[in-house]
């Protein structure tokens, strides 16, 4: 069997195509001449004005700078203003990935947004951004997979793209998730913060997103959740009397080997290894779980992008905002190879490796 390539179970592709080199051996008997990418051709994203310090949730609960930094890496996070929605923060960020990009908003085929904190129940928060952008007609769809959900769009974009169906993407993660917090709790509210990332995917004959690879666990949904719904039902008070709930012991544990599988799993495919990577930019939840991935590539900190000291956890809005970051600052450059990996509710989880 090629290398990179994985086997059809049940009339079912398992995972995606390998590396250019292999491509045509795969396309024998199929009218495919060329294998389409999807690049990423701009970066963009928002931080709300408003920042709090350690020192200011610690006049909100019992908590102190030292015992939330020397358990999750965080110094501050950023929190929407109340007139702030998900969309707004989504549109903002979507305007500088655009600019970036060289892109109109009378260009864009269709719109990802991954989130978990929709402005409404419906429309989708894409379609509301879809109107604010004024680009009525394309296509525009939510994804939800929690902390994941940007990889998650990336990977539904990715393969509108490759199949020819869409030619510019614009793929967005943005979360307002202090508005889901219970802020008695200090082992949760100290953690989050609100923002959102973008990204441009145009179709590329030369290069791009390689493979991307998802995977979830339903069965621990009570590990990290938020216990109402609109089927389940509502409770009283704020929020419909739901807040994000999470055990975080066993999350950490969870998550740390979910990602060294998924992450291994993606380089095999694609012939590469840990060594071969320029940058690690991964879900920023909590700076111990980044390390762990980091030493068991044996990578450097020094090529793993780390905002969480900043940002806080911004769920979905976390990889994009790393990776805008590092784009913007002349640390990632053209030509080198990235790999993007997020992990959280649900559980679900996954990864994308590209070549910028």
Known sequence: MIRGARRVRRGRVISLLPEPQVTAALATGNSMSKRIYS???????????KVLTNDDMSKI???????????TGIRERHIAADDQATSDLAYFASLKAMEA????????????IGTTTPDL?????????????????????????????FVYALSVADKFVRSGDAKTVLVVG???????LDWTDRTTCVLFGDGAGAVILKADEETGILSTHLRADGSKKELLWDPVGVSVGFGEGKNGGGALLMKGND????????????????????????????????????LRIIEATAKRLDLPMEQVVVTVDRHGN???????????????????????????????????????????
């Open 121 to 149: 129940i419906f429309p989708s928060t894409a379609c509301l951004l879809q109107a604010r952008l004024g680009n009525v007609g394309c296509g525009a769809m939510d994804v939800n997979a929690a902390c994941s959900g």
């Open 314 to 356: 911004t769920s979905s809005a976390s990889v994009p905002l790393a990776l805008d970051e590092a784009v913007r600052s002349g640390r990632v450059q053209r030509g080198q190879l990235l790999l993007l990996e997020a992990f959280g509710g649900g559980f679900a989880w996954g990864s994308a490796l590209l070549r910028y």
């Open 174 to 180: 943005a979360e307002t998730l202090t508005r889901i």
């Open 39 to 49: 690049r990423i051709a701009g970066t963009g994203s928002y931080l709300p004005e």
């Open 61 to 71: 609960v019992d908590t102190s700078d030292e015992w939330i930094f020397s358990r």
């Open 101 to 112: 990009a060289g892109v109109t908003a009378d260009e864009i085929d269709l719109i990802v």
């Open 251 to 286: 999350v950490f544990k969870y998550a740390v080997k979910a990602l060294n599988s998924v992450v291994d799993e993606t380089l095999a495919a694609n012939g590469y290894d840990a060594h071969d990577l320029d940058w690690l930019i991964p879900h920023q939840a909590n």
